[in-house]
C-alpha cells in the first residue's frame, strides 16, 4: 500500500470531500475526530460510510478513516458505521500501545465478517505518540502485528497531554521531547516492519517550508507525510518519489553487487559501498518488502 501522501479530510464537510476527489493523495483519511463537532459525528459517520461506499472503486487513492479514540465511547460507533466493502484502512488517534491495535483488529475481525469482507482487508495505522502513556510503549511495536501497515506520529496532542504551553522552543524549533517522538516513529516503525508516515505541516499555505519539512523527514527515513489541505499533496508526493538520477543510481549499486555476488564491499564512483548501501539501493527501486 503506497502511502506516500495521507489527506484528512473532515468527514462532515460536502464541500471538502467533493474537492478531495481531484486530489492526488495516496490516502484520504475521512476525519471522524478532532475535525468534527460533537453533535456533528453520527452525521459524520453516515458521510464516510457512504462516501466510502460510493467512491471506492473510481478513486485511485485508498479510503481510511480516523475514528475517534478506543477509550472515547465512541469509536465502536463510528466502526460499526464504516466498516463497509472499500475501506482500505483506520487511523487509530490517541494509541496507547501496540496493544490497542490488537484489540482494534479484533474489532475489525468481526465488522468485516458482517459486512462480506475478507479478513484483514481493513489495515491500521496508529497515531504513535500522541498519549504520555504511549511514549513509554513505543518497544511494543514488534513484527507480525495483524493489520499493521504504517505508523505515524503527532506533537499537538502530545503536548497537550503534558500540559505544555508550546511544543516548540523560542526559535521555532520542537522542543527535544518532541524530536524524540519523532524518532520514536522511525524506530518502532522499523522494528515492526513498516512504514513510517511524517506528521503535518501545519501552515496548508507555506508550500517552501513543506518542501524543506519533506526533505529533512525523507532524509531522515520517513516514507510519507499527512497533509492536511489537497494543495499539500503535489509537494508531498514529489519530495517522497525518487528522483530519475536516485533511480539510476540506485540501479547501478544494484546492477554492481548482482555482477559480483559474492563482494560485500565494492567502490562506486570512487566511493567505498557495502551491503547497506544495496539495501537502500533496493528500497528505492521498490525490490524491498
Same mark, same amino acid.
Given at each position: 500500500?503506497?502511502?506516500?501522501?495521507?489527506?484528512?479530510?473532515?468527514?462532515?464537510?460536502?464541500?471538502?470531500?467533493?474537492?478531495?476527489?481531484?486530489?492526488?493523495?495516496?490516502?484520504?483519511?475521512?476525519?471522524?475526530?478532532?475535525?468534527?463537532?460533537?453533535?456533528?459525528?453520527?452525521?459524520?459517520?453516515?458521510?464516510?460510510?457512504?462516501?466510502?461506499?460510493?467512491?471506492?472503486?473510481?478513486?485511485?487513492?485508498?479510503?481510511?478513516?480516523?475514528?475517534?479514540?478506543?477509550?472515547?465511547?465512541?469509536?465502536?460507533?463510528?466502526?460499526?458505521?464504516?466498516?463497509?466493502?472499500?475501506?482500505?484502512?483506520?487511523?487509530?488517534?490517541?494509541?496507547?500501545?501496540?496493544?490497542?491495535?490488537?484489540?482494534?483488529?479484533?474489532?475489525?475481525?468481526?465488522?468485516?465478517?458482517?459486512?462480506?469482507?475478507?479478513?484483514?482487508?481493513?489495515?491500521?495505522?496508529?497515531?504513535?505518540?500522541?498519549?504520555?502513556?504511549?511514549?513509554?510503549?513505543? @518497544?511494543?511495536? $514488534?513484527?507480525? &502485528?495483524?493489520? %499493521?501497515? !504504517?505508523?505515524?506520529?503527532?506533537?499537538?496532542? *502530545?503536548? =497537550? /497531554?503534558?500540559?505544555?504551553?508550546?511544543?516548540?522552543?523560542?526559535?521555532?524549533?520542537?522542543?527535544?521531547?518532541?524530536?524524540?517522538?519523532?524518532?520514536?516513529?522511525?524506530?518502532?516503525?522499523? @522494528?515492526?516492519? $513498516?512504514?513510517? &508516515?511524517?506528521? %503535518?505541516? !501545519?501552515?496548508?499555505?507555506?508550500?517552501?517550508? *513543506?518542501? =524543506? /519539512?519533506?526533505?529533512?523527514?525523507?532524509?531522515?527515513?520517513?516514507?510519507?507525510?499527512?497533509?492536511?489541505?489537497?494543495?499539500?499533496?503535489?509537494?508531498?508526493?514529489?519530495?517522497?518519489?525518487?528522483?530519475?538520477?536516485?533511480?539510476?543510481?540506485?540501479?547501478?549499486?544494484?546492477?554492481?553487487?548482482?555482477?559480483?555476488?559474492?563482494?560485500?564491499?565494492?567502490?562506486?564512483?570512487?566511493?567505498?559501498?557495502?551491503?547497506?548501501?544495496?539495501?537502500?539501493?533496493?528500497?528505492?527501486?521498490?525490490?524491498?518488502?
Amino acid at each position: 500500500m503506497k502511502l506516500r501522501s495521507m489527506l484528512f479530510v473532515p468527514a462532515d464537510s460536502e464541500r471538502k470531500l467533493d474537492k478531495a476527489l481531484g486530489s492526488r493523495a495516496d490516502a484520504l483519511i475521512l476525519d471522524l475526530e478532532d475535525a468534527v463537532a460533537p453533535a456533528r459525528k453520527p452525521a459524520a459517520r453516515e458521510a464516510a460510510a457512504a462516501f466510502v461506499a460510493a467512491q471506492a472503486k473510481a478513486l485511485p487513492a485508498s479510503l481510511f478513516v480516523r475514528i475517534n479514540p478506543l477509550d472515547s465511547g465512541l469509536a465502536l460507533d463510528d466502526l460499526a458505521a464504516v466498516v463497509v466493502p472499500g475501506l482500505a484502512g483506520i487511523m487509530l488517534p490517541k494509541t496507547t500501545s501496540a496493544e490497542d491495535v490488537r484489540r482494534l483488529g479484533l474489532y475489525l475481525d468481526a465488522l468485516e465478517s458482517r459486512a462480506g469482507m475478507a479478513r484483514g482487508t481493513v489495515h491500521v495505522v496508529p497515531v504513535a505518540t500522541e498519549t504520555a502513556q504511549a511514549m513509554l510503549t513505543m @518497544a511494543s511495536f $514488534v513484527p507480525g &502485528i495483524p493489520r %499493521l501497515a !504504517a505508523l505515524t506520529w503527532g506533537a499537538e496532542d *502530545l503536548s =497537550a /497531554a503534558l500540559g505544555a504551553i508550546s511544543n516548540r522552543e523560542a526559535d521555532g524549533s520542537l522542543s527535544p521531547l518532541y524530536v524524540f517522538a519523532n524518532s520514536m516513529c522511525l524506530c518502532a516503525a522499523a @522494528a515492526a516492519g $513498516v512504514d513510517a &508516515i511524517d506528521t %503535518l505541516h !501545519a501552515d496548508f499555505r507555506d508550500g517552501d517550508g *513543506l518542501a =524543506a /519539512a519533506c526533505a529533512v523527514a525523507r532524509r531522515r527515513g520517513f516514507r510519507g507525510k499527512i497533509a492536511i489541505h489537497p494543495d499539500q499533496v503535489d509537494i508531498i508526493n514529489e519530495a517522497f518519489t525518487p528522483s530519475e538520477a536516485e533511480i539510476a543510481a540506485a540501479r547501478r549499486i544494484v546492477d554492481a553487487f548482482a555482477a559480483q555476488p559474492q563482494a560485500g564491499t565494492l567502490s562506486f564512483d570512487g566511493v567505498m559501498v557495502d551491503l547497506p548501501h544495496l539495501k537502500q539501493a533496493r528500497r528505492t527501486l521498490g525490490l524491498d518488502d
